[in-house]
């Protein structure tokens, strides 16, 4: 090294440079050999580095950045076992099309396929669940593939790609600047936006205006059309929106004959687009920024391909009114709202003030004192995100997240992370199951050392979607039939906040809940958990409504 002289700069530096240059503001992940050396150099380049437990919810957190910046999250993370740690990210990207990039230190080049340290083929695992993945071929190569990378996973439908950086390439001395500079390529513009063909155009105002019964989000306004959110197309427009049929939902499918799909797809959340669910007649036009989309699970779907912004403008300049909007379809959608909304309010005010909670007393004092602005909600679990999301009204877009298009169990701590880096002056409050909690619940003390002040809310049943209670549970052990649903009662999940430096409280009833709600917004910089024991609902049978209805939708 001597005859060198004093190393001036590293490949790690290149690659915190590229980042840096590519406007990422922070990165997730989890560091080790041979990827220490990045992210040492990406905090020195002024990227806020959050180092997390698990590289899942490193991943989770990097993909919730994604969908809420609008540029792709970035999650670092070592090679082999790292990795597939990081692909849970990659995969609930792909399915929910966010934006999401994938650094992982691999070996030496010259050792690969020699047993080399965590070494895997790391760019064909990551592949099935990347619209690009790449190992770059030299330490000059970084940056395009980088760029590469950046551009793939946010132009078109936004997704995942993966970028390898062999151990060599990291620790590459170079020792003139210039040649760094001189290889750096500029921030990725963005993503360039189309709009819907003319004739299509044409058809689909004609369709709209000839439907008796409609179903139409961003028109609202213009038209008088009722709207339905999807789970986390929640706030797009306000839930309290009197046109906001949520609380109608079965309803609203089954009797609509035109309805236009706002980046929404016919996948199981819409029960596939097919009756009994839906009306056997109804005709879908579809938005999508994806043409491949087109076709799936209808062939009979109007498409107006592009950005949503730009394709609802041109519907929106070429529509006017729509004529038979007073039609008794709004009016009954409308009254069967207020009638589901009245009941719903109802079932939150059951019980004396000390009584066992459930889910709709639970809820309801959560959400009387929880403050109407400024709120980020987090939802994960079955009938705690279920049953939630009709309790917690939305008005405005990206406020609420949950385990979205795959279901995933397990991203809500990785999201909250990454929500509160990316909304510093909001509160994130997690509102989770037992079982949900339980996937990531050591990513506490990543928030807590991060001084990110999450508002957890752990909705504790003993159990996935049920539990047993503490005389049942036991008398189960015993005799060897204890339901591979069940969670061990009553546990602490407030004192795993402590133990990390955290605040913590049991609650059991209305009045608990209340006050430790209170504390724990009084709190506003540290890290919260309420551990709210409910009814566990012993050994009842399963039955959710989705559920139900594909199997139905068979017959
Ligand atoms: C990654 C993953 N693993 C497992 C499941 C299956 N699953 C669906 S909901 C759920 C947990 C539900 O229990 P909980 O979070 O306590 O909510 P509850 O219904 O009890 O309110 C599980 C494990 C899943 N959806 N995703
Ligand atoms: C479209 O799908 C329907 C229902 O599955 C089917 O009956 C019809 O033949 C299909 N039409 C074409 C052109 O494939
Ligand atoms: C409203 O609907 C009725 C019955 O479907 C139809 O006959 C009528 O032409 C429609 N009115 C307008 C203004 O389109
Ligand atoms: C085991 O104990 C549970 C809880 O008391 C009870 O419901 C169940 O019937 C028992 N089963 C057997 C096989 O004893
Ligand atoms: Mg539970």
């Known amino acids: 090294m001597s005859t060198l002289g004093p190393v001036i700069s590293s490949g790690a530096e290149l690659i915190a440079t590229t980042l840096k240059n590519q406007g990422v503001e922070v990165l997730f992940g989890i560091v080790g050999i041979p990827v220490v050396e990045v992210a040492e150099a990406c905090v020195a380049a002024g990227i806020r580095f959050i180092g997390f437990r698990n590289e899942q ?8 950045y994604g969908y809420l910046s609008g540029r792709p999250g970035v999650c670092l993370s070592v090679g082999g076992p790292g990795v597939v740690h990081a692909l849970a990210g990659l995969l609930n990207s792909k399915i929910n099309c966010w934006p999401i990039v994938l650094l992982s230190g691999s070996c030496d080049t010259d050792q690969v396929d020699k047993g080399a340290f965590q070494e895997l083929d790391q760019v064909e695992v990551c592949r099935p669940y990347c619209k690009y993945a790449a190992r770059p071929a030299s330490l000059e190569q970084v940056p395009f593939v980088i760029e590469k990378a950046f551009r793939t ?12 950086l062999p151990a ?62 999807t789970p986390m197309g929640k706030g797009v427009l306000p839930d309290s929106h009197p046109l906001c049929v949520s609380a109608a939902r079965s309803k609203a499918l089954k009797e609509a004959d035109v309805v236009l799909l706002i980046g929404a797809r016919l996948n199981w959340i ?23 989309e087109i076709g799936n699970n209808r062939n009979d779907t109007l498409p107006l391909l592009g950005d949503i912004q730009l394709v609802v403008s041109q519907l929106t300049q070429s529509i006017d009114k729509l004529n038979n909007i007073s039609s008794g379809y709004v009016s009954g959608l409308i009254s069967k709202v207020k009638t589901n909304a009245e009941k719903i309010r109802q079932s939150g005010l059951k019980g004396s003030d000390e009584a066992v909670l459930n889910y709709q007393t639970a809820f309801t004092t959560i959400k009387n004192i929880l403050p109407e602005k400024d709120i980020v909600y987090v939802s994960e679990g079955a009938n705690t995100m279920d049953i939630g999301r009709s309790f917690f009204d939305v008005s405005e877009p990206r406020q609420r997240l949950d385990a ?21 002056t909001k509160r994130v409050v997690s509102i989770v199951g037992d079982s949900a909690f339980g996937f990531s619940a050591m990513e506490l003390e990543t928030a807590i050392r991060s001084q990110l002040p999450l508002l957890i809310i752990v909705i504790n049943n003993n159990g996935i979607y049920h539990g047993l ?16 649903t069940s969670l061990s009662p009553e546990t602490r999940y407030d ?10 409280w049991l609650v059991k009833n209305r009045v608990q809940l209340g006050n430790a709600l209170k504390d724990a917004l009084a ?33």
């Open 404 to 424: 979205g298009t795959g279901a995933t169990m397990g991203v809500g701590m990785g999201y909250a992370i990454g929500a509160q880096c990316y909304y510093p």
């Open 495 to 504: 004192m795993i906040s402590e133990a990390c430096g955290g605040k913590g």
């Open 57 to 64: 919810s490193a991943a989770y957190a990097a993909s919730i």
């Open 153 to 164: 996973a946010l132009y078109g439908r936004p997704g995942a790609a993966y970028v390898d």
């Open 270 to 292: 819409l029960h596939f687009g097919h009756s009994p669910r839906w009306n056997p007649i109804v005709r879908f036009i579809q938005i999508d920024i994806a043409p491949e």
């Open 469 to 484: 209670d503490d005389d049942e549970y036991e008398a189960s052990r015993i005799n060897g039939t204890l339901p591979t």
């Open 168 to 229: 060599d390439f990291i620790q590459y001395p170079i020792r003139n600047k210039q040649v760094l500079d001189s290889i750096q390529v500029s921030k990725i513009p963005s993503a360039p936006k189309s709009m819907a063909s003319p004739s299509d155009l044409n058809e689909a105002v004609a369709l709209l205006k000839n439907a008796k019964k409609k179903e139409i989000l961003q028109l609202v306004e213009k038209t008088g059309s009722p709207f339905l959110p």
């Open 523 to 555: 709190a506003k910089d540290q890290t919260c958990v309420i551990n709210v024991m409910i009814a566990p609902g012993g050994r009842t049978k399963l039955d959710f409504a989705w559920m139900q209805n594909e199997k139905n939708a068979k017959l």
